[in-house]
């Protein structure tokens, strides 16, 4: 019954995994983004009895099309050149520009597609822009449009460029994908330890149990790099990125995410066989987030580095090592040139303020035996103080995303008045200021757009931890019981460094001692309410 009740908690935490995992690699967010349009004007000078319509009715025709159809315009602009040739048009880079860095408006009015390009280069370029999502949307007067692959096809004709393949394989195929992915199959992407069979499922290969053991052995704590070399002497060769997108792909739990999408594979395909259970997917990421310095490839890895910081400076101290008379040890070291030279000018030896690797050890140890001893009691009050701030945390995000999101609606309603008055208005000069007011109405809208994604963000990244980043009372008791031990007594430095950077941030030096730490969660809460009940004082 307890297992059935930590594989339903295990499976939940994958759940918010894979939903965060998609919300840092879906792309197609981008494309949603509101349509903010730039009306551009061109009559070529050198044809000025050939013009069939002059700026000004250009601008008229726009204007009307864009009250007409609802259309946030911030900016017109016009441009007096040909555009038979490509770099001469100054207004247009601008305009182009603008759309790049994401300053303004992402969409262009013009009264036919003519007026953008007659030639191959800026053609190819709006395309390339189009497709990318850059340029969000065309529209134009005389000439319908539609952003789609067949809309695409007509307008590359009148550019001169032939893209209708393409574009239709391309939609054609993510339609294909989105429905084979909700069904579970494969759909060309390559998971290692796995084939798509011909009825497009995902199946054991024939070195599934080759990446199943690589699970395993990283689960115990072995290192990406001792992994990568194991792998090699069965003939998988990864490099470091590699290896590491393989221990963060949620596929290998049998959560399978694409695009915009993720399915859980155990449910639609009964026949997938997952190379790790949702619990161990969870405490491989835990591991990971824990000790990212753990899996560099480094024949010369020492532990504690970026770890110890400086008490005269401030700067962080470098692991290495030092010879004695008989035998040579880790130290670590600060190595700001000029924190020596103020110990040297204070007559303070040595000159380097040091600390060696055994006394960093010592100092764990006695840390682990007398501040963080388990009692039930403290341990649940730690718990529940732990996961309130992490909800507090949670509703400040929560409401400050809906604060931000009634300032952006106030915003753009303010953008849309007055790209209202902008397409009606007749005088050049305020046209400029009306367009100067919306540029940076839509600058405030996409700064706070970023803040409200950076806060969602979060509180997604929170959903994961807050159930599972607290280890269950068992789990908390029984890692104390060899830990202090384990450091003590072995010698694979990879093994140090992750156990004592599992409960330390970081610590402070002076000449030879720790003065100072930072503890991790969830031990901070439990050791601040041990101090709180009397239990303990600094070392």
């Avoid at 998609?22 to 981008?30: E, F």
């Avoid at 835990?286 to 532990?303: G, L």
């Avoid at 753009?412 to 209202?420: A, R």
Wanted: proline share 2%; glycine share 4%.
């Amino acid at each position: 019954m307890t297992n059935d009740i930590e594989n339903l908690q295990a499976k939940d935490s994958l759940r918010k995994y894979a939903q965060n995992y998609i919300l840092k690699h879906d792309k197609t967010r981008v494309s949603n983004k509101e349509k903010i349009y730039v009306i551009y004007a061109r009559k070529s000078t050198e044809e000025p009895d050939r013009q069939q319509s002059s700026i000004a009715d250009q601008i008229r025709l726009c204007t009307e099309y864009a009250d007409k159809n609802g259309l946030t315009v911030i900016d017109i602009i016009r441009e007096e050149k040909s555009a038979k040739t490509s770099g001469k048009r100054v207004e247009f880079r601008r305009m182009l520009d603008n759309i790049k860095k994401g300053e303004s408006y992402n969409c262009i009015l013009t009264w036919h597609p003519d007026r953008l390009a007659r030639n191959m280069k800026e053609a190819g370029e709006i395309m390339d822009l189009l497709d990318s999502g850059v340029i969000t949307n065309l529209r134009f007067v005389s000439y319908y449009f539609t952003n789609d692959s067949a809309g695409k096809m007509t307008l590359s004709i009148l550019f001169a460029m032939a893209k209708e393949f393409s574009d239709k394989l391309s939609d054609d195929t993510k339609r294909g994908n989105s429905s084979k992915v909700l069904q579970g199959k494969y759909i060309g992407a390559s998971k290692r330890g796995y084939i798509g069979v011909q009825d497009g499922y995902y199946r054991r290969a024939d070195n599934y149990e080759t990446y199943k053991n690589a699970w395993k052995e990283y689960i115990s704590g072995k290192t990406q790099a001792d992994i990568i070399k194991s792998l090699e002497l069965t003939g998988e060769k990864l490099s470091s990125n590699s290896i590491s997108a393989f221990f963060l792909d949620p596929f290998y739990a049998g959560f399978y995410c694409s695009g915009s999408q993720f399915v859980d594979l155990t449910e639609v395909d009964k026949l997938f066989e997952p190379m790790v259970t949702p619990n161990e997917f969870i405490t491989a990421q835990k591991m990971y987030r824990i000790k990212p310095n753990v899996w560099k490839k480094s024949d010369t890895f020492r532990p504690f580095q970026r770890f110890a910081i400086c008490s005269d400076c401030g700067h962080i101290m470098t692991a290495g090592l030092s010879f004695g008379r008989s035998e040579k040890y880790l130290s670590v070291t600060c190595g700001n040139e000029k924190c020596h030279q103020k110990r040297k000018d204070n007559g303070i030896k040595p000159i380097a303020n040091t600390i060696r690797g055994a006394e960093i050890i010592k100092f764990v140890v006695r840390f682990i035996d007398e501040l963080l001893k388990i009692d039930s009691k403290i341990y649940n009050k730690a718990k529940e103080k732990y996961l309130n701030s992490k909800s507090k945390l949670l509703k400040y995000n929560n409401d400050e995303i809906q604060r931000l999101k009634i300032s952006k609606s106030k915003l753009e309603s303010n953008t849309s008045d007055i790209s209202n008055r902008l397409v009606k208005e007749k005088d050049e000069l305020v046209q400029e200021r009306l367009s100067k007011e919306c540029n940076q109405n839509i600058k405030d809208t996409n700064l706070l757009t970023d803040r409200i994604l950076e806060l969602e963000k979060q509180n997604s990244d929170m959903e994961i931890m807050i159930e599972d980043e607290f280890p269950e009372y068992k789990t908390f008791l029984n890692f104390f019981k060899d830990v202090a031990t384990t450091i003590q007594s072995s010698d694979n430095a990879y093994l140090i460094d992750s156990l004592v950077k599992l409960v330390l941030l970081n610590i402070t030096v002076s000449d030879k001692k720790v003065v100072d730490w930072s503890v991790r969660e969830p031990f901070e809460t439990y050791k601040n309410l041990k101090l709180l009940n009397g239990v303990a004082d600094r070392i």
